[in-house]
C-alpha cells in the first residue's frame, strides 16, 4: 500500500517522504512457517491456500527489505507493517469443519486482539518519526499477535540481501514491470 505523507492538508511527521507500507496482513507467524519458503512463487507444482498465504506474506516481507535498501539515501523510505493476529470476518470463512472453526473461535477469545487494533502498526508506520526505512512494524505484545505497535524482528532470513535480490529479479521477470530508477 503507499501512502502519502500528506493527507487533506494536514501536515504530518516526515511530511514530503513518500511511505511505502507493506502490509504484511496479520500473519507475521505465517512468514515463519515451512511453507513459506520461496520456491514454486506461482504454486505450478500444486496449490494449498494456507501454503500460498504463507508464502505471500514471506514475499511482502523480502520485498520490502529489498526496496528499502534500493530506497537508502533517499528521502523514501519502505516499510513492512503486520497487525497481528485480530478477530475478523476472515476467520469465519478460514475454515468449514466445525471443529475448525470451534479452534477458531477459541483462539479469537484468548490470542487475538482487535480489528481495531490491528490498524495501529500501519498508523505508526505512516506517521511515526521513528519508523525508519527497512523498519518492521508489529504489536510489541505476546507472541506479535497484538498490542502496541513498535519496530519487530524480522523472520529469519527474511533481511538476506541475496533473496531480497532475486526475489526483485524473479517479480520483474514474472510481472514484466522494471523500475529503472531502483535498480541495484
Do not use: C
Request: aromatic share 6%.
Amino acid at each position: 500500500m503507499l501512502a502519502s505523507a500528506r493527507t487533506s492538508g494536514q501536515r504530518l511527521p516526515g511530511e514530503g517522504i513518500a511511505h511505502a507500507l507493506d502490509e504484511a496482513e496479520g500473519d507475521v507467524i505465517a512468514a515463519t512457517w515451512r511453507s513459506a519458503g520461496l520456491t514454486d512463487l506461482m504454486s505450478e507444482r500444486g496449490y494449498r491456500p494456507m501454503s500460498a498465504y504463507a508464502k505471500s506474506k514471506r514475499a511482502n516481507i523480502v520485498f520490502t527489505q529489498e526496496l528499502a535498501r534500493r530506497l537508502g539515501g533517499s528521502a523514501h523510505r519502505a516499510l513492512a507493517v503486520h497487525p497481528g493476529s485480530a478477530v475478523t470476518n476472515l476467520q469465519r470463512h478460514t475454515f468449514t469443519r466445525r471443529m475448525g472453526r470451534l479452534l477458531v473461535a477459541l483462539a479469537a477469545r484468548t490470542l487475538m486482539g482487535s480489528a481495531d487494533g490491528a490498524a495501529w502498526p500501519s498508523l505508526y508506520a505512516a506517521t511515526h518519526p521513528d519508523a525508519a526505512n527497512g523498519a518492521f512494524i508489529g504489536p510489541a505484545g505476546r507472541d506479535q499477535t497484538s498490542g502496541t505497535p513498535k519496530p519487530v524482528p524480522l523472520p529469519a532470513g527474511a533481511g538476506s540481501p541475496d533473496l531480497g535480490a532475486w526475489l526483485w529479479r524473479e517479480s520483474e521477470r514474472l510481472t514484466g514491470v522494471t523500475f529503472p530508477a531502483l535498480q541495484a
